[in-house]
């Protein structure tokens, strides 16, 4: 089975920029769907973005304004650009892979986690 892992999480100020990434270890993401998740304590998995094999894109309302998902299939990576980060998007980050048929926007439509990246923005 395919492993994800993501990379990326780092402490940072409130209104800076992260980039994180996620790619795969035993296989590749294929035609499967990738989304970004978070989790931050005592909450639950909140989907925030997801992204075809073809390039197109799902984003949930509270990031779409400052996430960018973005994917290299030739190096087998899909990209997260966080921008104007507050306080509040502090979670551990996850990356999943999708592939059978379902909504980007459920947990339960994805197959394969990462063990996640902690990103932590100080006010």
């Known amino acids: 089975q395919v492993q994800l892992v993501e990379s990326g999480g780092s402490l940072v100020q409130a209104g800076g920029s992260l980039r994180l990434s996620c790619t795969t270890s035993?296989?590749?993401?294929?035609?499967?769907?990738v989304g970004w998740f978070r989790q931050a304590p005592g909450k639950g998995r909140e989907v925030l973005v997801s992204?075809?094999?073809?390039?197109?894109?799902f984003y949930s309302a509270p990031v779409k304004d400052r996430f960018t998902i973005s994917r290299d299939n030739g190096k087998n990576t899909v990209y997260l650009d966080m921008n104007q980060l507050k306080p509040e998007d502090t979670a551990n980050y996850y990356c999943?892979?999708?592939?059978?048929?379902?909504?980007?926007?459920?947990?339960?439509?994805?197959?394969?986690w990462g063990p996640g990246t902690q990103v932590t923005v100080s006010s």
């Open positions: 035993g296989g590749t993401f294929g035609p499967g769907s």
């Open positions: 992204i075809e094999s073809g390039g197109g894109t």
């Open positions: 999943a892979l999708r592939t059978r048929s379902g909504s980007p926007y459920l947990v339960g439509s994805y197959d394969s």
